[in-house]
């Protein structure tokens, strides 16, 4: 007899910065059989952001079941999520070191945004992904970079991501079933994750997407 009162699983939220296997993240869940949201749409959202208005975030959350990368690897968010879904997992992707994960960030950019050499702020703002200098937006409006900055300056870049780590697990201290701090590349992790979701692990490791020095 079918159970139409059968609990459903909870929502899933891939929240670490983008460069720490996040695309992998969302073919594990992809091949789980979660629905994942639609990252352009996701990443359209970004204006809501600047300006702290995460009701149309949320919506946007209500269409899916498992999400991953911008706004969801951005400050404050999973705060936002978590107020809305609180029975919801929480994965924080993270890589070896802090400086593993600058050099992987601006290897990629430096492929995506300026012909293979690092990323000026002019490339920034002519870059066409998403539109025309949504890039130079982000930087702006979510890390704080002025037009007189290195927009890689490596300081300000690992002092953002060590301290956005740092705060999402002091926040999920008390809620240690909600959260899995975790790094593709260590022996075993994906043993791990498959046990945080409740889910029967379906290969020997991964389901590698993008698997290159630039992990993403």
């Given amino acids: 007899m079918f159970n ?91 890589r070896e070191s802090s400086e593993v994960w600058y050099n992987s960030l601006v290897n990629f950019h430096s492929k995506i945004h300026a012909e293979n050499k690092r990323p000026t702020v002019e490339d920034l703002k002519n870059a066409p992904y998403v539109y025309k200098g949504w890039a130079w937006e982000n930087r702006q409006n979510v890390y704080g970079f002025t037009e007189a900055d290195d927009p890689y300056d490596k300081e300000k870049w690992i002092k953002s991501y060590e301290k956005y780590n740092a705060e999402v697990v002091e926040f999920f201290k008390d809620k240690p079933n909600q959260l899995i701090v975790i790094d593709l590349s260590k022996e075993n992790s994906y043993f791990e994750l498959c046990a945080f979701l409740g889910k029967e692990p379906l290969y020997d490791n991964f389901p590698w997407e993008n698997k290159t020095s630039d992990i993403k």
């Fill in 4 to 94: 139409w009162f059968k609990k459903k699983s909870p929502k899933v939220f891939c929240i670490g910065r983008n460069k720490t296997g996040t695309t992998t993240i969302k073919k594990t869940l992809e091949d789980f059989g979660y629905k994942l949201g639609d990252q352009r749409e996701a990443e359209l959202l970004n204006k809501f952001y600047y300006d702290k208005n995460f009701a149309p975030i949320i919506k946007y959350c209500k269409k899916a079941d498992a999400f991953q990368d911008v706004p969801f690897s951005w400050p404050e968010t999973y705060l936002q999520v978590y107020k809305a879904f609180p029975n919801a997992k929480f994965i924080l992707t993270v």
